[in-house]
Nanobody, 118 residues
Framework: QVQLVESGGGLVQAGGSLRLSCAASGSIFSINVMGWYRQVPGKQRELVAG???????IYADSVKGRFTISRGNAKNWVFLQMNSLKPEDTAVYYC????????????WGKGTLVTVSS
């Protein structure tokens, strides 16, 4: 089992920045991919950014050039630096981890709310 705990959400004005953090614990040796997803009421959860064990990254088109995913030196941390935030970035952001690929994440955090005011 893997436990994921997110932090760093909050309220920010449009154009501002936030940094989300996710700490993984437990059987982290089984993790090959980690990612940040977001969901707004009435919509499906979507992949925002992901990173593989080898360091390859993937981003949603809507956040390319504004968001950056990275891992900590200990590899059990993953971060999402969000710059130039827009009101449409408002959502609950979830950290996720998996053994295979971004479409089949095995573990999820409880989520952290990001609200961007206009």
């Amino acid at each position: 089992q893997v436990q994921l705990v997110e932090s760093g959400g909050g309220l920010v004005q449009a154009g501002g920045s936030l940094r989300l953090s996710c700490a993984a614990s437990g059987s982290i040796f089984s993790i090959n991919v980690m990612g940040w997803y977001r969901q707004v009421p009435g919509k499906q959860r979507e992949l925002v950014a992901g990173i593989t064990k080898g360091g390859s990254t993937i981003y949603a088109d809507s956040v390319k050039g504004r968001f950056t995913i990275s891992r900590g030196n200990a590899k059990n941390w993953v971060f999402l630096q969000m710059n130039s935030l827009k009101p449409e970035d408002t959502a609950v952001y979830y950290c996720a981890a998996g053994a295979t690929n971004f479409d089949r994440m095995d573990y999820w955090g409880k989520g952290t709310l990001v609200t961007v005011s206009s």
